[in-house]
């Protein structure tokens, strides 16, 4: 009796750990130990939302309130020459307004850097935070992360893909519009007019 009893426990006990097991076994298998695999049913956001946001950034390269800032400057600029400015990195903090004008209401900065990536037209690889800051708004500390290619002379709008965001705006994913407002092609300063379309939760 006694070993019907123990044979019927090491049976239950091997039905419930075994799925267990196998599972830790799995992670221990796995080439990076510190990882641990969660579900994605429960990581997966419930009510998802789209959001549009709207504003106007500002990428000044020369004036009293620079907010780019060449990295290694290789001599005055010639938009008329991509070959010369293959290369060219830039620091960024452009503010963001409400309106195309500077004095406009600010609702954030667009933290990053671009470089020029192509020898045969002026073509961006662009990386920028959007930082929000407005007083008293919901997305105020939020950030929405843009990755891509920026060719800034394209006729109309250029497009770009949210790659993430914090606060509100986490596990963001969804696509930019670009359009520029005004480029002065003496100074490099430029307006550009951006619509963002961000998925989050």
Excluded: W
């Excluded at 426990?9 to 796995?30: D, G, H, K, V």
């Excluded at 933290?111 to 990386?127: D, I, K, M, P, T």
């Amino acid at each position: 009796m006694a070993k019907v009893l123990l044979k019927q426990y090491y049976s239950l006990l091997s039905i419930f750990l075994f799925p267990i097991l196998f599972s830790e076994a799995r992670l221990i298998i796995s080439s990076h130990p510190f990882s641990t695999k969660l579900s994605a049913k429960a990581m997966a956001p419930k009510n998802e939302k789209l959001t549009h946001l709207h504003f106007y950034y500002h990428n000044l390269l020369a004036g009293p309130n620079v907010t780019a800032l060449p990295l290694n400057p290789k001599g005055p600029l010639d938009f008329s020459d991509p070959a010369d400015l293959f290369g060219r990195l830039t620091m960024v903090d452009n503010p963001l307004t409400l309106d195309p004008e500077l004095n406009s209401t600010t609702v954030g900065s667009a933290q990053g850097l671009y470089g020029v990536a192509s020898r045969s037209e002026v073509a961006f690889v662009q990386l920028f935070n959007f930082v929000f800051t407005a007083d008293g708004g919901e997305y105020r500390g939020s950030t929405v992360t843009v990755l891509g290619h920026n060719s800034i002379f394209a006729d109309g709008t250029r497009e770009m893909p949210v790659v993430g965001g914090t606060g509100v705006f986490g596990f963001a994913r969804g696509k930019v519009h670009l359009k520029t407002y005004s480029f002065n092609t003496t100074t490099g300063n430029a307006i550009v007019e951006c619509d963002i379309y961000a998925f989050h939760y």
